[in-house]
């Protein structure tokens, strides 16, 4: 079934760098939603980008989305040690579905 | 606004016992949505609603898991009986009818332990 599959499995950073994780999937999707989950808390949302858009901005984060390569990318800019966690991508087809994958994990080191 | 309620926050039973999960969504949210994520996964699908009715529950292990919206409102998600391999983090999520292509707002979820 259609799912994202970020890459890379985890990134180790200083405070101050950039993060940037990727998403890839295989057919074609309605929407992309990136989610950020801090140890044994819920998933918070953080980004929804539509298939006909390329590129949302909120904050420090910028989303991008290439239909053509089905591939999404998400970039932490400055990063902060409060931006430790785990990063999912979550792809939605024709259901609606928001579908999971393993996701990235970040350690950000003060 | 409020958003996704859940209860209980943790929960630690003997396999073969029962368990059941409540959960709230954003007040004039028609779709809900039931996940399992065991540690070190992202979370899976196990059921989802749109207002009362299932829309699929493909994925939902229905010799031992239920669930139910009666109202089109709260639902709860039922495990009988627990395994081993059912401890997860149980979480819900909710979002709008509007347009079809909107978020969805998750829970804090429910932590399962099965000793």
């Known amino acids: 079934s259609q799912q994202g599959e970020e890459d890379p499995q985890a990134l180790s950073i200083q405070e101050g760098e950039n993060a940037t994780m990727n998403c890839s999937y295989k057919t074609s999707i309605n929407n992309l939603q990136w989610y950020r989950q801090n140890s044994g808390r819920g998933l918070v949302h953080l980004i929804l980008?539509?298939?006909?858009?390329r590129e949302k901005h909120s904050g420090r984060l910028r989303v991008t989305l290439d239909t053509s390569k089905k591939s999404s990318s998400l970039l932490i800019t400055a990063s902060r040690a409060a931006d430790t966690a785990s990063y999912f991508c979550?792809?939605?087809?024709?259901?609606?579905?928001?579908?999971f994958g393993r996701g990235t994990s970040l350690i950000v080191h003060p | 606004e409020a958003g996704v309620a859940q209860s209980p926050r943790y929960k630690i039973i003997e396999k073969r016992q029962s368990v059941a999960f409540w959960c709230n969504p954003i007040?004039?949210?028609?779709?809900l949505y039931w996940y399992q994520q065991i540690l070190g996964q992202g979370p899976k699908l196990l059921i989802q609603f749109q207002n009362n009715g299932v829309v699929d529950d493909s994925q939902l292990p229905k010799d031992r898991f239920s669930a139910e919206r009666l109202k089109g409102v709260d639902s709860t998600l039922k495990i009988q009986p627990a395994k081993l391999e059912d401890s997860a983090v149980y979480l819900c999520?909710?979002?709008?009818?509007?347009?079809?292509?909107?978020?969805?707002?998750f829970g804090q979820g429910t932590r399962l332990t099965v000793v």
């Open positions: 007040s004039g949210h028609a779709t």
């Open positions: 999520a909710s979002s709008s009818l509007k347009g079809m292509n909107t978020e969805a707002f």
């Open positions: 980008i539509r298939s006909n858009e």
């Open positions: 979550a792809v939605s087809g024709g259901s609606y579905i928001p579908t």
